[in-house]
Each structure stands twice: as structure tokens, then as C-alpha cells.
């Protein structure tokens, strides 16, 4: 029995070392089997990155091959924008014509005095009056009308408008002679006074945007006709690149060409009127301004051909 017990305690420590190097062995074996998962699963990390870093970097050079498509076709819309918007305007102003026609100012019954008398249009004139109107409607091919063709549409346009602003004119000064003479009448009628002065009133609202339409064809026409002199004036000079100049692609390039702008030299000495009347007509607003075209146009001149005169 002693034999034994002393047996078993010699051996204790030889079995407790043998577990020991069990457990330290099994050990590293299931770490190296977690280094190796953990391993695994960066390795797919880092493939998934990838290609979704190809991913992005592929579709990013899609939207860049496809970036000037959606500035010309920003650019046609806007052109498409500006001549819905002069059919309208055009459209407004049959109509004022129409109403013009038909529509007399209406006599006050308590005064005896004589109304405002609206200038009538003689019958043999009414034919002339149509095709005039006809006539300065835009074409629906824009992009081919000639400078001149768009001069002479602006021209009937502001021959339109005469008759017009002749009529309102007449009967804004027949409010006006009835205003007074309902002021200094006696005994007063406040009815008819009130009634004469918001006639007055809303005949000079009329009068006033006719004579602002007035203006601004006067200011296209006068715009148009000096870039068709410009252009006979350089018709043997070469054409420039215009879209070299930031803000300028072909479609820009186009409007400007078919209203005669063909050279850098135009663009640089364009005077506020220039510049207001084709942003108008080529409906970039303020963007010329903001983008610096004139002072491009005059260092792209310099540089190609010297000094600007």
C-alpha cells in the first residue's frame, strides 16, 4: 500500500506536467485556427473593397463620358424655354389687340361729358393687322432663321404694337380731361370721379407695359442690326472657337452664330445694351456676366491675333 502511494506520488508530477503540455498545445492549436479565420475574413474585406472601389470608379467615368450630353441638352431646353416664352408673350399681345378692338371705355351717365375716345381702327386695316401679327410669331425651326428674318419679325412685331399704344395713349389722356373735369365740377360726384380715376389708372398700367414692349424691341432691333453690320463688316475674317470660352458649347456656339457673333473680338466689345438684349435672346441671363465671357473673348483675341483695336 506505502509501495503504491509513493509510486502514484512520484508519478503525480510527470502527469501533471504531461496535461500541462496537452493544454498548451491544444491551445495554440485553436489560435492558429482563429489567426487563420480572422486572416480569411480581412482577405475577403479587402476583395469587397475593391471591387466596390472598381465599382464606383467605373461609374464615375460614366457620368463623365456622358457630362457634355446633359449640358447641350440643358442648353436645347433652355433655347426650347426661350421661344415657348415668346409665343406666349406674342399671344398676350394679340389678345390686347383683340380686346383693344372691342372693348370702349364706358361712359360716366351723370356727367354730361364726353368719354375717353379709344382710336379706332378703320375695317380696311384689320387685314394688315393679322398679317402683321402673323407675322412676327417665331418660326418653330429657330435654330435656321436668318438675322435677318428675325430683324423683320421684331420690325412687324413693333409695327404691331403701334396702333396699340396710340389707342391707349388716346384713351389715357381722355381719362385724364375727364378726371380733371369731374375735380372742378359742381355740385361734386364722388361716384363718377372714383369711377374716372380708376379708369385713369388702370388705363396707364396698360399704356405702360406697351411702352415697355416698345422699348425692348427697339433695343433688340438695334442690337441685331449692328451685329449684322459687325458681321458684313468681318465677313472676310476667319470664324474663332467660341467655345473656348468657359460657359460657351456648340449649341450656345450656334445661337451666337445665327445672330451673327462669329468672333472673339464681337463678344469682347459687346456694350451693356449688347449684353443685356442676347442674354435675352439667347436666355443665359446673367451668365455671361458671371462667367467673364468679354474679358475671355479679349484675352483669346490678344493672344491669336494682338492687340484688341
Do not use: C
Not at 47 to 59: C, D, P, Q, S
Amino acid at each position: 500500500m506505502s509501495s503504491a502511494f509513493w509510486l502514484l506520488l512520484y508519478l503525480a508530477p510527470l502527469l501533471g506536467l504531461t496535461a500541462a503540455l496537452f493544454a498548451w498545445f491544444g491551445w495554440r492549436w485553436r489560435g492558429s485556427d482563429l489567426l487563420k479565420q480572422i486572416k480569411e475574413l480581412q482577405d475577403e474585406a479587402g476583395n469587397e473593397r475593391a471591387r466596390h472601389l472598381g465599382e464606383l470608379k467605373a461609374a464615375h467615368e460614366s457620368a463623365g463620358l456622358h457630362e457634355d450630353d446633359a449640358v447641350k441638352a440643358r442648353e436645347s431646353l433652355q433655347a426650347l424655354e426661350t421661344e415657348t416664352g415668346r409665343l406666349l408673350r406674342d399671344l398676350d399681345v394679340l389678345r390686347a389687340e383683340r380686346d383693344q378692338l372691342r372693348a370702349q371705355p364706358a361712359p360716366v351717365a351723370a356727367v354730361g361729358n364726353e368719354a375717353p375716345a379709344a382710336a379706332s381702327t378703320p375695317s380696311a386695316e384689320k387685314p394688315k393687322r393679322r398679317q402683321a401679327a402673323a407675322a412676327r410669331i417665331p418660326k418653330a425651326a429657330a435654330a435656321t432663321t436668318t438675322l435677318e428674318d428675325k430683324i423683320a419679325a421684331f420690325e412687324a412685331e413693333l409695327a404691331a404694337q403701334q396702333p396699340a399704344s396710340a389707342a391707349l395713349t388716346q384713351e389715357h389722356e381722355g381719362w385724364q380731361r375727364r378726371v380733371g373735369k369731374l375735380e372742378g365740377a359742381m355740385p361734386a360726384d364722388p361716384a363718377a370721379l372714383a369711377l374716372a380715376r380708376r379708369g385713369l389708372a388702370e388705363s396707364g398700367e396698360r399704356l405702360r407695359a406697351v411702352t415697355s414692349e416698345t422699348g425692348r424691341l427697339q433695343k433688340l432691333i438695334r442690337v441685331l442690326r449692328r451685329a449684322g453690320e459687325n458681321a458684313a463688316v468681318l465677313a472676310s475674317v476667319p470664324d474663332d472657337d467660341l467655345t473656348r470660352i468657359k460657359g460657351i458649347k456648340q449649341v450656345i456656339s450656334g445661337q451666337l452664330h445665327a445672330h451673327g457673333i462669329r468672333t472673339w473680338r464681337q463678344i469682347a466689345r459687346w456694350d451693356a445694351e449688347e449684353l443685356g438684349a442676347f442674354s435675352e435672346l439667347l436666355a443665359f441671363k446673367n451668365r455671361a456676366s458671371r462667367e467673364k465671357w468679354q474679358e475671355q473673348a479679349r484675352a483669346l483675341h490678344e493672344a491669336a491675333h494682338g492687340p484688341l483695336s
